[in-house]
């Protein structure tokens, strides 16, 4: 209870000990009332002390947290640390924080960024993840005018088919991402693409999970519509729409209301029926919509002037029914990535990514 004391704990100063670069040890009183010194190396458990980086510079602020590009002292390397964002009303760290570090620290693959550790402060909110520092971001490549013309198939192939050959892992270890979008994918000095940020992501389980997750741009047709059961098909539609805005050089469903959102799907896509996608109609939030009627598929006119192979990959992924869209493994053997011109290889893509961050 709020207030009220642990019987037969001396509490000492404990965060006037956290301040000191060196600390000498926590002393505690146990229920015997024997004293009990806690070892310096384990006052602070497996985390690091933030005194131990230097910081270089300040990357972005994400929906989760602050990204710095730091110093290891002990080390030498350059990594990057995200700091927690806490709530005041809540405090205590957020379950999607506990929930982030538990996954990253068992996922281990080219494609996904590495979790180093935890760095603490001297106050509850000095959290911080080390992470990978990745120097490139995709969202830059696209973003900028010039760099973003300069981008061809063989760019575009490299780039999907080691997004894909990430989320096939993820999905393997019953990891949904649950916000793939173009600045959360980045790339190392060598160009291996790294998906990063899962500060939203969760297991795959049999319980109800929150409808309203992935950036509006990037949302399913099933969270759009409140699914609350949804499946690793919510990831491949926004890797879908990061591989259509390579394409066009432009968002694919760029607007600002969830609303027009199912209004350009109805007009690309036609009007979701039943047949098509059992189960539709009974969506929590389809009572909100009524949509209009549009029997046609638009997609290839969309698309008109990339490879066949190329748009018959975007109709698998782009489709209503989560059963029938395609999954990350089927993607990565799709004949698009086999035709002619094949994935550059990583050079080429580091030339591209350097460019972008060059201006």
Not at 52 to 74: A, L, P, Q
Not at 320 to 334: D, F, G, M, V
Request: glycine content about 6%.
């Amino acid at each position: 209870m709020a207030g009220v004391s642990i019987p037969g704990l001396n509490y000492g100063p404990m965060e006037d000990a956290a301040a000191t670069a060196e600390v000498s040890g926590i002393e505690l009183m146990s229920f015997s009332c024997e004293p009990f010194m806690v070892p310096a190396p384990q006052v602070f458990g497996k985390c690091r002390l933030i005194t131990e980086f230097e910081k270089i510079s300040f990357v972005g602020e994400g929906t989760y947290g602050s990204v710095y590009k730091v110093r290891d002292k002990k080390n030498d390397k350059v990594v990057a640390l995200k700091k927690l964002k806490i709530p005041k009303e809540h405090p205590g760290l957020p379950m999607n924080f506990t929930r982030e570090i538990n996954i990253l620290k068992q996922l281990y693959h080219d494609n996904i960024t590495h979790l180093f550790g935890v760095a603490v402060g001297r106050v509850f909110d000095s959290t911080y993840l080390i992470l990978e520092f990745c120097p490139y971001e995709l969202s830059k490549i696209i973003d900028d005018e010039q760099t973003k013309t300069m981008i061809d198939q063989s760019h575009i192939k490299c780039i999907m088919h080691q997004l894909f050959f990430g989320l096939q892992y993820l999905h393997e270890n019953f990891v949904l991402h649950r916000d793939l979008t173009v600045t959360n994918i980045l790339f190392s000095e060598v160009g291996i693409l790294k998906i990063a940020d899962f500060g939203n992501c969760r297991l795959i389980t049999n319980e109800k999970m929150t409808p309203n997750v992935v950036s509006r741009w990037y949302r399913a047709p099933e969270v759009l519509f409140g699914a609350t059961n949804y499946s690793s098909a919510i990831d491949i539609w926004s890797a879908g729409c990061i591989f259509a805005e390579l394409l066009l050089k432009r968002p694919l469903f760029k607007t600002d209301s969830d609303n027009n959102v199912i209004s350009l799907l109805v007009d690309l896509l036609g009007t979701p029926t039943e047949s098509q996608w059992p189960g539709f109609s009974d969506l929590p939030l389809m009572k909100n919509y009524e949509l209009r009627d549009q029997p046609h598929n638009r997609l290839t006119l969309k698309f008109a002037e990339q490879p066949t192979t190329c748009i018959a990959l975007l109709h698998k992924i782009f489709t209503y029914s989560p059963i029938k869209r395609i999954t990350a493994e089927k993607c990565l053997i799709n004949s698009y990535f086999t035709d002619q011109p094949r994935a550059c290889n990583l050079d080429s893509l580091v030339a591209l990514l350097k460019k972008a961050d060059e201006i």
